[in-house]
Nanobody, 123 residues
Framework: QVHLVESGGGLVQPGGSLRLSCVIRGTTLDNHAIAWIRQAPGKGREWVSCISNSDGHTYDAESVKGRFTISGDNAKNTVFLQMNNLKAEDTAVYYC????????????????WGQGTQVTVSS
């Protein structure tokens, strides 16, 4: 069974940076696509970024392009989300989620989810 554990969330000022980590257990990362998906207070889930670890291709939502970077370390079974120039509207619970092989741009297509990590951007 695939088990995902996120870490790295916290409180940061606007313009600051955070790096989220997602450790995948129970399988190897290289056969999976991993996405970061967020949910802001009172809002629905929003797909943010995805990496297909089979070929390294990455995809980003327009709202985070140029600010967020997703990357994977297959040897450590870990996916990262580097978040720079954070804005108040980035405040949300961030989840990592897995599906077989290839990325999807729809959060509903991901099968296994972590418990989430809170990111709060505030002065």
């Amino acid at each position: 069974q695939v088990h995902l554990v996120e870490s790295g969330g916290g409180l940061v000022q606007p313009g600051g940076s955070l790096r989220l980590s997602c450790v995948i257990r129970g399988t190897t990362l290289d056969n999976h696509a991993i996405a970061w998906i967020r949910q802001a207070p009172g809002k629905g889930r929003e797909w943010v970024s995805c990496i297909s670890n089979s070929d390294g291709h990455t995809y980003d939502a327009e709202s985070v392009k140029g600010r967020f970077t997703i990357s994977g370390d297959n040897a450590k079974n870990t996916v990262f989300l580097q978040m720079n120039n954070l804005k108040a509207e980035d405040t949300a619970v961030y989840y990592c989620a897995a599906r077989s092989r290839w990325c999807s741009l729809r959060w509903v297509d991901f099968d296994s989810w972590g418990q989430g990590t809170q990111v709060t951007v505030s002065s």
